[in-house]
């Protein structure tokens, strides 16, 4: 869940509002009606524009293209909008399915983890024993004239370049005034810091009588259910347990559009094991990988430099401390590698111990360059050690201790209290039973001396005297242990993950904008045209259309506009192939399959179509000799 932690709002290269960041708060409505006009001519104007020029404020013409194309717009936007939600159109919502579906193969299918859904509401006393209503907040100030709300944190990183992670409210403040920083709104006065509770708050029940919060991970829900999947799982472990989910966090004042979101979809998985067993079984597959660590120790010194390390050094030399960490970092690098985002752009960062999430041990987060936000989180990755299972154990008295056989069972002596049941009759009559219990409970040693000693002993408000219980020597088979797992949580935003992808993608091809989503990601993975509207193509191309769909493929059909602006359409929308039925199709049952990159062409036939396809997607288009 570290997602919690923020991209460095310092590293912005401009603060100017833009189309798609709808960062429209309730109290200023004329103001922004005026901004809104200025962005809806500024769209107009944008694509008179020679498109090199707008390729240059990625974030800028990524948002009107998403816009278009329908993947993704701020939510709300008929009521002014509303900032810190997003609302995915027909491929924004298909590109999130192939990402998780991705993400599912490389972290849970391959491992053979399995996946939950628990409910968003959570009560209070869940989030009060995982230590969030104590923890989750974060630092506001309040401007004295406008009274709008700022994350004061960020104001004092903007302003003095700090890294304010781990502040307290007073630091906060002092910096504040030191620096004169004033609302960034309209200049005004800023009060002191004070704690702003980051969960949404809701209650459950007409009386509102329960206390509740939407869920700000979706880890909690694994944590809860660990004794009853690892049942279903038959014991097996390590395991790991996944979730995908929404998720709600309360963000004072959200101004990075698609990138900080109050609702959005993680991806949380816990992987559990047994801490005298910590090694990961698959990092031999991964030992050569090489990461770009930024350390904590290196960010100590007050610098950023990464380190380039291989996977094996990192844990032999306990720059990573936990081996499944590190595993899941080479993959988290070979999984943002699959989304287009290459390996120069990736880096590891490592929080420091005021930084981090009050449950982990240990936290990097994975950052990539974005064009407009610079190193941006996108993964992280919490060594959350017992601690979640041991605050849920002491908060429920449920055991959630996982047993572990041994090899060969083990006698072993234990001394055992027996209550002396007619003695304490004579005392206590009908307390008896209860009182038994209490003494059966109690510490051996304790018992044992006090009953050598023939003196009485005091349980709870009783003197119990030395005839009303023996202690006795007893020899029992042991078949194993029991104990505490620990957990590394590897966490993403899909969001987030879903804007990178389209940013590492959008490509320029002569004067045309091309989405290159790879092949396997591509919501929609071929467009059928008929070439023109008339004399039957309409007819076949429908056909063929519909075989392809009944052969599982994600295909769409556009008969509109002329085939050169359906083709543009199609780059833009990052659909790879365009399969055209004309004229001759009605005499050889042959198609033309276009590429969307090279946009060279070849002929096949329609009896093989879908089997060519799916080839495409597995091996890429290779241009016929
Ligand atoms: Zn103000």
Same mark, same amino acid.
């Given at each position: 869940?570290?997602?919690?932690?923020?991209? %460095?709002?310092?590293?912005?290269?401009?603060?100017?509002?833009?189309?798609?960041?709808?960062?429209?708060?309730?109290?200023?409505?004329?103001?922004?009606?005026?901004?809104?006009?200025?962005?809806?001519?500024?769209?107009?104007?944008?694509?008179?524009?020679?498109?090199?020029?707008?390729?240059?404020?990625?974030?800028?013409?990524?948002?009107?293209? !998403?816009?278009?194309?329908?993947?993704?717009?701020?939510?709300?936007? /008929?009521?002014?909008?509303?900032?810190?939600?997003? %609302?995915?159109?027909?491929?924004?919502?298909?590109?999130?399915?192939? /990402?998780?579906?991705?993400?599912?193969?490389?972290?849970?299918?391959?491992?053979?983890?399995?996946?939950?859904?628990?409910? /968003?509401?959570?009560?209070?006393?869940?989030?009060? !024993?995982?230590?969030?209503?104590?923890?989750?907040?974060?630092?506001?100030?309040?401007?004295?004239?406008?009274?709008?709300?700022?994350?004061? %944190?960020? @104001?004092?990183?903007? $302003?003095?370049?700090?890294?304010?992670?781990?502040?307290? @409210?007073?630091?906060?403040?002092?910096?504040?005034?030191?620096?004169?920083?004033?609302?960034?709104?309209?200049?005004?006065?800023?009060?002191?810091?004070?704690?702003?509770?980051?969960?949404?708050?809701?209650?459950?029940?007409?009386?509102?009588?329960?206390?509740?919060?939407?869920?700000?991970?979706?880890?909690?829900?694994?944590? =809860?259910?660990?004794?009853?999947?690892?049942?279903?799982?038959?014991?097996?472990?390590?395991?790991?347990?996944?979730?995908?989910?929404?998720?709600?966090?309360? +963000?004072?004042?959200?101004?990075?559009?698609?990138?900080?979101?109050?609702?959005?979809?993680?991806?949380?998985?816990?992987?559990?094991?047994?801490?005298?067993?910590?090694?990961?079984?698959?990092?031999?597959?991964?030992?050569?990988?090489?990461?770009?660590?930024?350390?904590?120790?290196?960010?100590?010194?007050?610098?950023?430099?990464?380190?380039?390390?291989?996977?094996? +050094? $990192?844990?032999?030399?306990?720059? /990573?401390?936990?081996?499944?960490?590190?595993?899941?970092?080479?993959?988290?690098?070979?999984?943002?590698?699959?989304?287009?985002?290459?390996?120069?752009?990736?880096?590891?960062?490592?929080?420091?111990?005021?930084?981090?999430?009050?449950?982990?041990?240990?936290?990097? %987060?994975?950052?990539?360059?974005?064009?407009?936000?610079?190193?941006?989180?996108?993964?992280?990755?919490?060594?959350?050690?017992?601690?979640?299972?041991?605050?849920?154990?002491? $908060?429920?008295?449920?055991?959630?201790?996982?047993?572990?056989?041994?090899?060969?069972?083990?006698?072993?002596?234990?001394?055992?209290?027996?209550?002396?049941?007619?003695?304490?009759?004579?005392?206590?009559?009908?307390?008896?039973? &209860?009182?038994?219990?209490?003494?059966?409970?109690? #510490?051996?040693?304790?018992?044992?001396?006090?009953?050598?000693?023939?003196?009485?002993?005091?349980?709870?408000?009783? #003197?119990?005297?030395?005839?009303?219980?023996?202690?006795?020597?007893?020899?029992?088979?042991?078949?194993?242990?029991?104990?505490?797992?620990?957990?590394?949580?590897?966490?993403?935003?899909?969001?987030?993950?879903?804007?990178?992808?389209?940013?590492?993608?959008?490509?320029?091809?002569?004067?045309?904008?091309? @989405?290159?989503?790879?092949?396997? @990601?591509?919501?929609?993975?071929?467009? =059928?045209?008929?070439?023109?509207?008339?004399?039957?193509?309409?007819?076949?191309?429908?056909?063929?259309?519909? $075989?392809?769909?009944?052969?599982?493929?994600?295909?769409?059909?556009?008969?509109?506009?002329?085939?050169?602006?359906?083709?543009?359409?199609?780059?833009?929308?990052?659909?790879?192939?365009?399969?055209?039925?004309?004229?001759?199709?009605?005499?050889?049952?042959?198609?033309?399959?276009?590429? &969307?990159?090279?946009?060279?062409?070849?002929?096949?036939?329609?009896?093989?179509?879908?089997?060519?396809?799916?080839?495409?997607?597995?091996?890429?288009?290779?241009?016929?000799?």
């Amino acid at each position: 869940m570290p997602l919690l932690r923020l991209p %460095d709002t310092s590293k912005s290269k401009t603060s100017n509002r833009q189309a798609c960041e709808s960062q429209i708060t309730t109290r200023t409505d004329s103001f922004r009606k005026a901004d809104k006009t200025k962005i809806l001519s500024s769209a107009r104007t944008l694509s008179r524009e020679p498109l090199q020029q707008q390729i240059k404020d990625k974030h800028k013409l990524l948002s009107e293209t !998403a816009r278009r194309r329908g993947f993704f717009w701020g939510s709300f936007e /008929i009521y002014g909008g509303l900032s810190g939600f997003l %609302d995915l159109g027909p491929l924004g919502v298909g590109l999130k399915r192939q /990402i998780e579906d991705t993400w599912r193969q490389f972290f849970l299918q391959r491992h053979g983890f399995v996946e939950v859904s628990t409910p /968003i509401i959570t009560p209070h006393k869940v989030l009060e !024993a995982s230590g969030h209503v104590e923890n989750f907040k974060d630092p506001m100030t309040e401007c004295s004239n406008c009274k709008r709300r700022f994350r004061a %944190d960020q @104001l004092v990183k903007e $302003a003095t370049g700090l890294e304010t992670e781990g502040m307290s @409210l007073e630091q906060l403040g002092a910096l504040l005034k030191e620096r004169h920083v004033k609302c960034p709104e309209c200049g005004g006065e800023l009060g002191p810091p004070q704690y702003f509770m980051t969960m949404f708050k809701t209650s459950i029940g007409p009386y509102g009588e329960d206390p509740a919060y939407g869920r700000p991970e979706a880890a909690q829900g694994i944590f =809860v259910n660990f004794r009853r999947i690892l049942e279903t799982m038959r014991e097996r472990f390590p395991i790991g347990i996944a979730q995908v989910g929404t998720v709600l966090r309360n +963000e004072i004042s959200p101004r990075q559009g698609p990138i900080r979101l109050r609702e959005f979809t993680i991806m949380d998985f816990e992987l559990f094991f047994d801490p005298a067993e910590p090694d990961c079984p698959y990092l031999d597959e991964v030992i050569s990988e090489e990461l770009s660590i930024v350390t904590e120790e290196t960010r100590s010194k007050g610098t950023e430099n990464a380190t380039k390390i291989k996977v094996g +050094e $990192a844990v032999k030399r306990q720059v /990573i401390k936990a081996p499944w960490a590190a595993y899941f970092m080479a993959l988290s690098k070979r999984f943002l590698t699959q989304l287009g985002v290459d390996g120069q752009h990736q880096r590891f960062f490592e929080k420091l111990p005021s930084e981090r999430a009050h449950y982990s041990a240990q936290t990097f %987060d994975h950052e990539i360059e974005l064009d407009r936000w610079g190193w941006t989180e996108v993964a992280g990755f919490a060594y959350r050690t017992d601690y979640d299972l041991r605050k849920h154990m002491e $908060a429920t008295g449920e055991d959630l201790r996982v047993f572990k056989p041994c090899s060969t069972p083990r006698l072993r002596k234990i001394k055992s209290i027996k209550p002396n049941h007619q003695n304490l009759r004579k005392i206590y009559q009908e307390q008896t039973g &209860r009182i038994a219990d209490l003494i059966s409970k109690d #510490d051996p040693e304790k018992l044992l001396t006090a009953k050598k000693a023939g003196q009485s002993v005091k349980i709870g408000s009783y #003197d119990i005297p030395s005839d009303c219980f023996d202690v006795v020597e007893e020899e029992v088979k042991e078949t194993g242990t029991r104990f505490l797992p620990h957990v590394v949580e590897p966490s993403f935003g899909v969001e987030r993950l879903l804007y990178a992808t389209l940013e590492y993608n959008l490509k320029m091809k002569e004067d045309r904008l091309i @989405l290159g989503l790879p092949f396997k @990601l591509a919501p929609v993975q071929a467009s =059928v045209f008929p070439l023109v509207n008339k004399d039957g193509l309409q007819k076949r191309a429908t056909e063929v259309y519909e $075989a392809l769909i009944a052969d599982g493929l994600r295909v769409e059909y556009d008969e509109a506009g002329s085939i050169g602006r359906r083709y543009a359409r199609a780059d833009e929308a990052g659909v790879p192939l365009g399969i055209t039925i004309d004229y001759d199709t009605l005499k050889d049952d042959t198609v033309t399959v276009r590429d &969307r990159d090279s946009w060279s062409q070849m002929r096949t036939h329609v009896g093989t179509l879908a089997s060519t396809i799916h080839t495409i997607v597995k091996e890429g288009f290779n241009t016929p000799k």
